[in-house]
């Protein structure tokens, strides 16, 4: 009876049909094929989520100089609010000028001060006073380093000590050095004393752990009343990436490593632009001694070692295999943060300096620089050929500053390619500059066209991406994020003619502290969890192949939903408003984001504020026309009409978008960072105490923008397609890589039809799918991960694939 039953389950499984083939890859094996870029992919990598500090330097102790607590120069602090202002009136946290990060008591009968006379050098600013009131029935007393939130240490590995001590006695007094649990009572090394002098004295140390754990400190006590002083305490483990000097954290470096980057970008991002004097690295400032280090508090909001510095970052490029391009402060520091501009008269030792950075990597070790150079450990040259100046720097003081360093370096080292931080008019078309991706899920998976011919011109600059991934939501870290960047990337690699280079970031986070964004690493003291980004860029990475094919995908294309208010955002207060409406109704109310506005039946008042932002509407709408009248009353300020911002206002906005000013109307596309043009801006000349009539209409994926009845701006926003792909022909392996992104939540049945090439009917896979939502933890590092198969098609009937929901793949097909 069972086996009947059987029997008919086969037959009625046998019976049914085959699903429908829902989409189908082209891959053209006989028409133009272009070069592969095989420098395309690279890394970021800078001082932001504890990163370097705390992260990929080897350096277990969190300031170990005790230079935390020095405000930068004309910054004074405001002990209630707890933050610094620069003389631009931007702000931002900091600690008691008493506090020293890293650093506590043993005891209570211990005291610990930061001291500014007791000094090692001219360059370090600060040491740390001990006092210790110490006896047979107090007990011993001292202080305590807690590295970045615990030390972690491995049972049987060696740890190299080193410190300054000073005694205040003429007679000295015993101090002990050891390693321990959190309490510092618990031994987890051997005891290494010293008697410190009357004067500086640098002593070192090496310690083999007892014990494994990520929570160790290093205690430093006495067993009798004693005063003396630290500096630039630091500790190594002797196990460093390349066995370097000064060297970076193994774990962390190799997975970097695995990602095989051909170019690193360093040492940033804003840590290269600062707030104000001081707040930015200086190449000469960050190399040699560790003692005479420049440190800074940092645009992140904590303190910096400079331990990896121009040197180190050279060395890692060059271990990595990976070409260095180097980011210099362009005389203006963040422009987001209230920005300080170098003086234009002033600009020739920011220039010589950028000249002197260049003779460092480059020049033979019987020069002035190349001697410094080789001095460190280095005698050949690291062969910099990678300039970059700002990092997102904009506007027409920025292309002066720009313009002095183009010119010095360029008639010094003709070879070397300086890279604008933005698009600079009027410059030669194939001078690269450098734009940042930070955007939003939708964002991304729509612009997976937006390097191909018919949406950029070839006559247009290469494009230079120093900082991409997904930013804002819920998403980040997660799959989603993954497929979504992936989506990208394959219109990147469809382009790769036009995109010479592209940097993902950040790479590196601490969780123990605040992320500023999500990294591809995450880690804290002894745990590392890679994110599916990661492995996306891994897997995108490391499948590469000689020529780009010609791939046409016929897919569905769904609309992009996009909803929400409307909103005015002004750059000055110089506007009168009027006959404010949303579907011909007066607005009445509105939600006050910055500055300070009145609502009043469809008249909006601006309260005199340098920055003002209003939202108007409601916060689930679709389709709705938003209209105003409005008038500038002084100034040339732009203003700006916003509508559909998907709920995200603030850091994480993701709306639509027209500016009015300048002599221009532009309608873009506002996604996280990234502000995406959806058409031509349109010459429109806008004068001063003169109403003008703005509508935007929002019809289902049509928005129409007009002025006075004129219409200006007329889009279709772009749709999310089912299926992305791009293909590539490994000519050395004779093989077909074919790379696949299914954005969908359902599996795509998908028919390949490579034509021109005859390859076998088996295929490797590498996958990567799971939940949208998931992401890898320290509890869970394996919870999305790439895999790895081998398929075989039906032999009958065209070439058919069911990409599962939610995932990224790549299929090598063997060329017959």
Known sequence: MKSNSLLLALLLVSCQPEMPVTSSILVDGEGLTVPVNKELYGLTIEEINHAVDGGIYAELIQNRSFEDGVPPLNCPFDPVRRVLTTPNGWTIPFLRPD??????????????????????????????????????????????????????????????????IKGASMVPKTVSFTLADSTGNTAFSEVFRVAPAYEWKKYKHTFTATSTTGKAVLTVTTDSSAVFWLDVVSLFPQKTWKERPNGLRPELMELIAALQPKFIRFPGGSFVEGYTAGTYPVWRETIGDIAERKHFWNVWAYGTTNGVGYHEYLQMCEDLNAEPVYVI???????????????????????????????????????????????HGHPEPFGLKYVEIGSENYGQEYTKRFALFKKAINEVYP??????????????????????????????????????????????????????????????????????????????????????????????????????????????????????SYHLLQMFGNNRGDEVLKTEVRTYQKPQVTFGRAGIEMFDNSYDFKEVKINNSPVTEGTVMTGSWKVDQGTLIPVPNRWNYLLLGDSTAY???????????????????????????????????????????????????????LCAPVSYPFQSNRWYNVRIS????????????????????????????????????NTVILKVVNTTQHEERTELDLQGLNVKNTAE????????????????????????????FSMSGPKVYNFPPNSITIMKLKVD
Request: with cysteine.
């Open 99 to 164: 506090s020293v990060p890293g650093w506590r008591r043993f005891s209570p009968t211990s005291y610990m001060y930061p001291d500014t006379k007791e000094l090692i050098n001219d360059k370090n600013r600060r040491s740390l006073l001990v006092s210790v009131s110490a006896s047979a029935e107090i007990g011993k007393g001292g202080v305590i380093a807690d590295g970045y939130q615990g030390i972690p240490i491995r049972e049987g590995e060696k740890y190299d000590l080193s410190f300054y």
């Open 329 to 375: 402060n362009s005389g203006v520091t963040s422009q987001s943060r209230r920005p300080r501009y170098e003086d234009i008269t002033a600009m020739d030792k920011l220039v010589q300096d950028a000249l002197d950075a260049i003779a460092y990597a480059n020049e033979p070790a019987d020069s002035i620089m190349g001697a410094l150079r080789a001095k």
């Open 415 to 532: 070879d070397v390619t300086v890279v604008s931080s933005s698009y600079i008019k009027g410059k030669n078309r194939n001078e690269w500059s450098d734009t940042h991706l930070y955007a939003s899920e939708s964002f991304l998976i729509s612009n997976y066209n937006r390097y191909t011919a018919g949406r950029y011109s070839r006559r247009m600059p290469p494009v230079f991406i120093g900082e991409f991934g997904l930013s804002g939501g819920t998403q980040p870290g997660s799959l989603r994020a993954a497929i979504a960047e992936a989506c990208f990337l394959v219109g990147v690699e469809n382009g790769q003619d036009i995109v010479r280079r592209l940097a993902y970031a950040p790479i590196v986070g601490n969780t123990k502290y605040k992320m500023e964004r999500y990294p591809a690493i995450s880690f804290d003291g002894g745990q590392i969890a890679v994110s599916p």
């Open 623 to 677: 389709d709705y026309t938003f209209s105003a009248d409005i008038r500038r009353t002084k100034g040339s300020g732009q203003i700006q009409f916003r509508v559909r911002d998907n709920g995200l206002p603030g850091e994480q906005n993701d709306y639509i978008g027209m500016t009015i000013g300048g002599g221009f109307a532009e309608l873009y596309r506002q996604a996280g960072g990234v502000r995406d043009t």
């Open 698 to 733: 929002c019809k289902d994926e049509h928005i129409s923008c007009f002025v006075d009845d004129t219409l200006v701006h007329d889009v279709i926003i772009p749709s999310i397609p089912s299926l992305v792909s791009t293909a590539t022909l490994d000519k050395e392996n």
């Open 765 to 792: 896979i590498i996958q990567l799918t799971g939940d949208p939502d998931a992401r890898n933890t320290f509890g869970k590092p394996d919870a999305i991960v790439p895999e790895t198969k081998e398929i075989t």
